[in-house]
């Protein structure tokens, strides 16, 4: 797109032309449709994406039932990102008091991003050590699961 436009101010006025009749010549077509048109905006009909599901989709989807998590299997550990973004937006959040959320998790992920290796060490040796105790209630439990 950058080479088409940088090239497309290099024309001189008969170069440019026939590309400003092809656009004059759209957008009266453009026009001519918009005028005429008056119902909903329409999307391609195979982008699923952007379409509302069908009654066959949605009973589809209805048919399978979602997998229930057992309350009593133990939480997944904490990577050493949440671990540090948990620490610290007490304090961002303190420091920017009018920033929406959103806005605080990109600062917080912007001084994880910042935050030489060092100092992510304490953070990294949490996690290590609650991945360690999470593979070990995981063992017990699966343990208990199986044998019930």
């Known amino acids: 797109w950058d080479v088409a436009a940088r090239d497309g101010a290099r024309l001189d006025d008969a170069?440019?032309?026939?590309?400003?009749?092809l656009a004059a010549k759209d957008l009266a077509r453009y026009r001519a449709e918009m005028a005429a048109h008056t119902g909903a905006v329409l999307v391609a009909a195979d982008d699923a994406r952007a379409r509302p599901p069908t009654a066959e989709e949605k009973a589809k989807k209805?048919?399978?039932?979602?997998?229930?998590?057992?309350?009593?299997?133990?939480?997944?550990?904490?990577?050493?990102y949440l671990?540090?973004?948990?620490?610290?937006?007490?304090?961002?959040?303190?420091?920017?008091?009018?920033?929406?959320s959103a806005g605080i998790s990109k600062m917080l992920q912007a001084a994880w991003k910042a935050l030489p290796g060092e100092a992510r060490r304490p953070y990294l040796e949490r996690e290590r050590i609650a991945k360690e105790e999470y593979e070990r209630q995981m063992a017990a439990y699966k343990a208990r699961t199986s044998a019930a």
């Open 62 to 80: 209805a048919g399978k039932p979602r997998a229930r998590k057992d309350p009593l299997a133990p939480k997944r550990a904490s990577t050493a």
């Open 83 to 100: 671990l540090f973004s948990n620490a610290n937006r007490k304090t961002v959040k303190a420091a920017n008091p009018d920033t929406p």
């Open 15 to 21: 170069g440019r032309e026939p590309y400003e009749a």
